[in-house]
């Protein structure tokens, strides 16, 4: 069979146009009124792509090729349709598709080339498959613990990292034995098993707070066998998506872990065991300053600047519609109100904005933590929703504090500080907030969403101002 | 093969640089978006798995091509979709930019 000698300039140029497009895909995503421009361009590049490389030589068999696009389409489907509060896990899980797909083609190349691969191909190839395979089993791990099938707790135990490395070195190992000698096929098993378990052990120590580390890590890795995949396949594309989306982690888990305080070589190495050494429990009973909903209002209505900061305890309670509700109570009053985000809300980067947009809250209501954080002193009121380690002003005094250095929402400094909380038990990370015990903060006891509810009634009917 | 090594590197040199920039200009408002968007297109994996369903050269690589395609679809369809279901809801106060 002749293919035309036009073909492969053809798939070439496809490609090219393919590689533009996904390179504006992304430009585009740098604001809200064009993001939606960026994703249609990635889509068309796909489909160029895919398109291109159906034409390509030798190409005999599209019966299964189109049986394997529709299986893929049934499965996709449901994963984009999945509630916003589920999006980490399904992020994670599709960090873990990407990476088994990358691994499983590396695999199939391996066994049809091998023994004839150069060295060179042999390296890029363990590459692609080592990081394919841990970034399929941590991605895995990722979405059960953020799904709550596995336990967020971190499990740790003395030697853990040097245990873990060393399985990590026995895979790269392998794979230095294995660009000197293409032919031991033996070794390869082994080094994808002993990938595959690395990724496990990678993320047992990782608790749930340090998920938005984690999941910007993964992304990274799965960009990164992707690119090694186009080294071996010798695909431009393939190389370009790959370091676009290895960057693209690279950068969100380097942002990640600066909001979290925690080094860059940690964010490297990926080994952030959670080190929380149990704060001190039993201290002098402190006082705190209780106020009720309609308490709550009235301070609310005759505030004029409000910067509300909701966490990841406001979406648990599914109380983002109220809160919304109550943005267009005090808006309607007048009042000027705003939310504060910090970058680790919510359990992937960008996560809480995305809840907020949800409940049709205006995004240019959203402020980062940079941005805010000059603003509180003349703040009257900050609402404290469901976040509490971000808020910790031990994290600026105290040396002692586990959180010593991580940057927070300077809350304290406003007016007033009002936290929604169930009771008086420390947060996520165990770790005790002196906010609650300052003069001007109030405890709002309760559930979020009916606390919010109140005072949203409050406001209506209660506190005729 | 040298050749095809120095230029993939300088490829792969090049779009890093890109992917940078570009990146460090994404508003935090989008990360979510940004991430199931940059990984529908590192789905972009699924044309070497295309290759090898198409060629079936052995009944393993035949095998491990079809999962591929269907996890690499799957990431396709799915990551597009999210990623514009949550950019539609985002929605700015003013109604229309002067």
Known sequence: MNTLPVTQPVIEITYLVASVLFILSLKWMSSPSTARHGVRAGEIGMLLAIAGTLLQHGIVDYKWIAIALVLGTCIGIPLGLVQMTAVPQRTALSHAFGAFCVTLVGTAEFYLRSPDISRFTMAVLSAEVILGSLTFTGSLMAAGKLQEILPQRPLTYKGQNLVNLLFLAVAVAGAGYLVLHPGARQLFPMMVGVSLLFGVLMIVPIGGADMPTVISLLNSYAGLSAAAMGFVLDSKLLIIAGALDGSSGFILSVIMSKAMNRSFGNVLFGAFGQVQAAAAAGQEAKTVRSATAEEAAAILAAANKVVIIPGYGMAVAQAQHKVRELYDALSKRGVDVRFAIHPVAGRMPGHMNVLLAEADIPYDRLVEMDDINGEFPQTDVALVIGANDVTNPAARTDSSSPIFGMPILDVDKARTVMVIKRGMSPGFAGIDNPLYYLGKTLMLFGDAKSFVNDIVHQLAGGGGH | ?98
């Open chain 2, 1 to 98: 093969m040298s050749s095809a090594l120095i230029n993939g590197l300088f490829v792969f040199m090049l779009a890093a640089f890109i992917g940078f920039e570009v990146i460090r200009r994404v508003s935090p408002l989008l990360h979510t978006p940004l991430m199931s968007l940059t990984n529908a297109l590192d789905a972009i994996a699924v044309v070497g798995a295309i290759v090898l369903v198409g060629r079936h050269e052995s009944r393993l690589s035949f095998v491990l091509g079809m999962l591929a395609i269907i996890a690499a679809t799957s990431n396709i369809v799915g990551g597009f979709l999210i990623t514009d279901r949550m950019l539609k809801m985002f929605h700015s106060s003013r109604p229309t930019k002067p």
